[in-house]
């Protein structure tokens, strides 16, 4: 990362995040692409795929002194750079580096809280996603038994720790 540059929002064309990200990228922008595990049927079958954390944006790394950075909207794949006025509004560096440093390898946001028994929690991709609950049980050092209140009663299921994110 330059010392003079920020992190700016780019809202890119529909499903084309990956698309903005690569032009942008072979432009000499920065991105982060942050994405989840996402449970999604096809043929009859559940299949997780990598899904975009902010459908419809990506993040850019720009030098307003010395890039071209009007050249971001004229981009395959983008719609727009998110601005206030005239300028683009800069995002906060923290967030960037709280993204950036809980990618893991395979490109996905990893959630590695130290989740403990009685914490309430959202599961951020698979089947349940979306769905609140509590831990009730730490079955082992990759799975977690979780408690979620379904239509009038309670339904216990183990889940990866890894799909899992602190609520609240």
């Known amino acids: 990362m330059l ?5 700016f929002v780019v809202q890119t064309q529909a499903g084309k995040e990956r698309l903005a990200a690569a032009h942008l990228g072979r432009q000499g922008f920065e991105t982060l692409f942050p994405q989840l595990w996402r449970s999604v049927r096809r043929s009859r079958k559940s299949v997780n795929v990598l899904r975009p954390m902010f459908p419809g944006y990506v993040f850019v ?3 307003m002194e010395r890039m071209r950075w009007r050249a971001i909207n004229s981009t395959v794949g ?9 300028k683009p509004a800069a995002l906060p560096l923290e967030l960037i580096q709280t993204l950036s440093s809980n990618i893991g390898e395979d490109g996905a946001v990893v959630f590695d809280y130290d989740l403990k028994r009685g914490d309430h929690i959202r599961v951020m991709s698979g089947a349940f996603s979306d769905w609140l609950g509590r831990i009730i ?3 082992d050092t990759d799975r977690v038994k979780v408690l979620f ?3 009038t009663r309670q339904v216990e299921v183990t889940l990866p720790k890894h799909q ?3 609520a609240g």
Not at 3 to 7: K, V
Not at 78 to 86: A, D, P, T, W, Y
């Open 3 to 7: 010392n003079d540059s920020s992190w």
């Open 61 to 63: 790394n720009v030098d």
């Open 78 to 86: 983008v719609s727009k750079l998110v601005r206030f006025g005239e």
């Open 137 to 139: 049980e730490m079955t």
């Open 149 to 151: 209140g379904m239509m």
């Open 164 to 166: 899992l994110a602190r």
